[in-house]
C-alpha cells in the first residue's frame, strides 16, 4: 500500500495482523514490546485508557455523552435496538431449481428463518436464459435458475409475500428479477406497496470486486436510477439498493477500505438520484447496507459504529438532508465466506459464532450466519439448522440484546471507532480528488488497493504469521470428508427442457412486441422498470430483456490494470 498523506496506506504494509507481530524495544527501556495491528493495519497498545480516547473524539462525538437513536447514531439508530426488536434473521438460500429453493425456503421458516433472502445461479446473474448455450454447467449451481416468470412463481409457491420481507442478491439484473417478483405478487393478489424487502442492485461495487457486471457503468447507473425512482414512487416499503462492502471485502480489502470504498460508491448512487431531481429526503430513507464481519472481531465492532456516525454525517453535511430517517444507516451483515475454511469444516461453526456475536454487538439491523459447509459446497440441511440456530442462541440466551450497544465507553473500542472513521474519510477525500467511484474504477483504484491488500494477507497465511487454525497450525494429518449438497445434473436438464416449452407456448407476437417497446424505451431515456414489468408479464424472458439492453447499452470490456 502507498504511504501518501491522505489514508490510502489504512492497509498499513508493516501490519503482522491474525497473530502476527513485530518487536521493538520500548522507548527509554531495555525490555522488548510486542507491536501487534488489527486487520486494517491500525497499531494496537498494551492497554487503553481514557486519555486514548479524549486525544481523538471530537467534542460532538464523544460516544459516552450519546444516546442511541440520536445524530449521529454512533450507538445505533434506534433508542431501544434489540429491546424492542430482535434483528431480521436470513439464510441467504438459492440452488438448483425453484421447488428445490421453494422447499428450503418453507424449512427455514419452520425453523424460525424471519425472513428469507434468495440467491441466483451465474446465468441469472449475467443475463442469460438457462437453455443460452453460455449456461451450460452453470444452471442452479451457485443459486436458483429464473429465467422467465413462472420460475420465479414456483419459486415462492405458497409463500404469502405480504407476510414476508425477502432479500435479493442480484446487481446487472436487478430491474428484471424484481419484476418477476411484482408479477408473484400480483399474481397472489398483494399489491406492489406493501411488498417488504431489499434488492441488492449495487451495480458498482461489480466493476470493482465481483464482475457479474453486463451493460457499461453508466447506462447501468440508469439502470438503477430508475429502479429507485420506480421504487420511492410505487413501492414505499421496500428497499431498492443494498450498498454492498460485503464483496469488497470478500475480495480482500480490509474494514477501513470496505466502509471507505462503499460510502464512495454510496454517494455517487446519490448523486445520480438527485440528477435525475428526486429529493433526498424522498429517496435516501429506502438507501440500504450490507457489510461483511470477519474474525477481527473488536475491529469489526467499531466499523459498525464508525460507519454510522459517518453516513449520518454525509446525508446531513453533504446532501443537507433533514428527515432524520435519511441518516440513517440500516445495514445487512453476513459472515465472512471468505474466512471459512475445508480443512476441519467444524471449526467455521466457532468462527460464525464470533463473527455473529460481533454484527450483533456492532448493532445490525439483519443478519446471515454462513454455514460450515460453504468452503466445500452449498450447504446442507443440517448445517443451515446450525447456522440459524446460532442466531437463536446468541438472540435469546446469550443477554446481549437486554443493554444498547454493551461495549460503548471501552476505551479500545472508542479509540478504533474514531481512528477507523478518520482513515475511511481520508480514503473518501482521495477518491473525491480523483473524480469520484466511476472515475476510480475506471483508472483501477479500487481494484489495486484492493488486490495489494489482498497480497498481504495470503502472505501472512503463507508464512504462519497470520494463524489460521487447521490449515497453517494445529493440522490435522487425516482429515475427516463430511458429507456434502451436491446438485443433481437431471436438474439442469429439466430447467432446460421446462424454459422451451415454457417459450414455445408463447403468444410470440406480442413478445417480439414488447421487446421492441424496450429497446424503443431504452434508446429514448424513459424509465424502463415499466416496460420491463409490462414485459415479464407478457412472458418475455430475462435473457431476451438483457440483450434487448445490450443492443442499445453495448457489453461492459473492463480495462486491464496491471
Not at 450519546?66 to 454512533?74: S, V
Not at 490435522?476 to 430447467?495: C, G, H, N, S, T
Amino acid at each position: 500500500m502507498s504511504n501518501s498523506k491522505d489514508g490510502s496506506n489504512s492497509g498499513n504494509n508493516n501490519s503482522s495482523s491474525g497473530g502476527g507481530r513485530r518487536s521493538r524495544a520500548a522507548e527509554g527501556s531495555n525490555t522488548a514490546e510486542k507491536v501487534l495491528f488489527t486487520d486494517s493495519g491500525i497499531k494496537v497498545k498494551r492497554i487503553y485508557t481514557s486519555r486514548d480516547v479524549k486525544s481523538k473524539s471530537k467534542k460532538d462525538r464523544v460516544s459516552d455523552v450519546e444516546d442511541a437513536g440520536k445524530y449521529p447514531f454512533t450507538r445505533g439508530i434506534y433508542p431501544e435496538m434489540y429491546r424492542e426488536r430482535i434483528w431480521t434473521m436470513r439464510q441467504y438460500t438459492g440452488f438448483g431449481s425453484a421447488e428445490e429453493t421453494n422447499r428450503r425456503f418453507k424449512f427455514l421458516l419452520e425453523n424460525g428463518q424471519t425472513g428469507l433472502s434468495l440467491a441466483f445461479d451465474l446465468p441469472t446473474q449475467t443475463g442469460y436464459d438457462s437453455d443460452d448455450p453460455r449456461a451450460e454447467g452453470e444452471v442452479g449451481r451457485v443459486g436458483v435458475a429464473i429465467s422467465c416468470i413462472d420460475d420465479m412463481m414456483r419459486c415462492f409457491d405458497g409463500i404469502p409475500l405480504d407476510k414476508v420481507s425477502t432479500s435479493m442478491t442480484i446487481n446487472s439484473t436487478a430491474t428484471t428479477l424484481l419484476a418477476f417478483y411484482i408479477g408473484v405478487a400480483e399474481s397472489q393478489g398483494v399489491p406492489i406497496n406493501v411488498l417488504r424487502g431489499t434488492l441488492q442492485n449495487d451495480i458498482l461495487k461489480e466493476y470493482i470486486a465481483r464482475n457479474t457486471y453486463i451493460y457499461p457503468p453508466e447506462p447501468s447507473m440508469r439502470l438503477f436510477v430508475d429502479s429507485m425512482e420506480f421504487c420511492s414512487k410505487n413501492m414505499p416499503s421496500w428497499y431498492p439498493v443494498s450498498i454492498s462492502g460485503y464483496h469488497i471485502r470478500e475480495a480482500g480489502a480490509n474494514a477501513v477500505q470496505e466502509l471507505a470504498f462503499t460510502f464512495s460508491n454510496a454517494i455517487a448512487y446519490v448523486d445520480a438520484c438527485l440528477e435525475r431531481g428526486l429529493k433526498v429526503d424522498d429517496f435516501a430513507p429506502r438507501l440500504s447496507f450490507f457489510f461483511c464481519c470477519t474474525m477481527d472481531i473488536l475491529e469489526e465492532i467499531a466499523k459498525f459504529r464508525a460507519a454510522r456516525r459517518i453516513w449520518a454525517t454525509i446525508m446531513k453535511e453533504r446532501y443537507n438532508a433533514k428527515n432524520e430517517k435519511s441518516m440513517h444507516l440500516r445495514f445487512h451483515v453476513q459472515t465472512s465466506g471468505e474466512s471459512l475454511t475445508a480443512q476441519q469444516p467444524d471449526n467455521n461453526i466457532i468462527r460464525v459464532t464470533l463473527q455473529a456475536l460481533a454484527a450483533v454487538l456492532g448493532g445490525c439491523q439483519s443478519l446471515h450466519t454462513n454455514s460450515r459447509d460453504e468452503a466445500l459446497s452449498l450447504p446442507t440441511e443440517e448445517s443451515v439448522r446450525i447456522a440459524l440456530r446460532t442466531q437463536q442462541i446468541i438472540a435469546y440466551e446469550s443477554g446481549v440484546t437486554r443493554v444498547v450497544d454493551p461495549l460503548g465507553g471501552s476505551y479500545y473500542i472508542e479509540y478504533l471507532t474514531d481512528e477507523i472513521e478518520e482513515r475511511v474519510w481520508k480514503y473518501l477525500r482521495r477518491i473525491e480528488r480523483i473524480g469520484g467511484s466511476l472515475k476510480a474504477i475506471e483508472k483501477g483504484y479500487f481494484q489495486q488497493e484492493i488486490r495489494e491488500n489482498a497480497y498481504r494477507i495470503k502472505k501472512e497465511v503463507d508464512e504462519g504469521s497470520r494463524v489460521i487454525v487447521g490449515v497453517n497450525r494445529f493440522v490435522d494429518k487425516e482429515a475427516e470428508v463430511p458429507e456434502v449438497l451436491r446438485i443433481d445434473p437431471a436438474l439442469e436438464r429439466k430447467q432446460v427442457e421446462r424454459l422451451k416449452e415454457f417459450k414455445a407456448k408463447r403468444d410470440k407476437a406480442k413478445v417480439e412486441h414488447m421487446i421492441s417497446r424496450l429497446e424503443e424505451a431504452a434508446e429514448k431515456g424513459h424509465n424502463l422498470m415499466p416496460y420491463i414489468v409490462e414485459s415479464v408479464k407478457a412472458d418475455v424472458t430475462l435473457g431476451e430483456i438483457s440483450n434487448a439492453l445490450r443492443r442499445v447499452f453495448g457489453a461492459y470490456q473492463p480495462k486491464l490494470v496491471i
